[in-house]
């Protein structure tokens, strides 16, 4: 049960955050509202982590999916993996927009740019973690 309500919780953080990325990429020279640039950096920074979590704790050659459902049953390891390449692949998505916006439009407000670069460098943070490399 603890399990499905962290997922949950979890894909629920993302639509928002797909959300506010949505709202920004619409419209890159508008200041967004203060809930919106709240939910870009602080659920943003959340999205993120998780990300970088799932990925740190799976071997470079497995799946991300596998290292969540390794103590699951058959049926739950299989909406595990879902529920896992969604995620990862929304997260990829929303930050290649948030960055794509911030090249293509160069007064985008400090938000959107803000975002971008966070997402940037979060994302070369995932492809340590996720390939082991070592500095």
């Given at each position: 049960?603890?399990?499905?309500?962290?997922?949950?919780?979890?894909?629920?953080?993302?639509?928002l955050?797909?959300?506010?990325i949505?709202?920004?990429?619409?419209?890159p020279?508008?200041t967004?509202?203060?809930?919106?640039?709240?939910?870009l950096s602080?659920?943003?920074?959340l999205?993120?982590?998780?990300v970088?979590?799932?990925?740190?704790?799976?071997?470079?050659?497995?799946?991300?999916a596998r290292?969540?459902a390794?103590s699951?049953?058959?049926?739950?390891?299989?909406?595990?993996?879902?529920?896992?390449?969604a995620?990862?692949a929304?997260?990829?998505?929303?930050?290649?927009?948030?960055?794509?916006?911030w090249?293509?439009?160069?007064?985008?407000?400090?938000?959107?740019?803000?975002?971008?670069?966070?997402?940037?460098?979060?994302?070369?943070?995932?492809?340590?973690?996720?390939?082991g490399?070592?500095?």
């Open positions: 049960m603890k399990e499905v309500v962290s997922g949950v919780i979890a894909v629920l953080l993302l639509a955050y797909a959300y506010a949505w709202r920004v990429c619409s419209s020279r508008t967004p509202s203060g809930s919106i640039d709240t939910v602080l659920v943003g920074a999205v993120s982590a998780l970088i979590a799932v990925l740190a704790i799976t071997p470079p050659s497995g799946s991300p290292a969540l390794a699951m049953g058959p049926s739950a390891a299989m909406a595990v993996q879902v529920v896992v390449g995620y990862l929304v997260w990829g998505v929303c930050g290649i927009a948030l960055v794509i916006t090249l293509r439009v160069p007064d985008a407000t400090p938000s959107l740019a803000a975002a971008a670069k966070s997402w940037l460098g979060l994302a070369i943070a995932a492809a340590y973690a996720f390939l490399l070592k500095p």
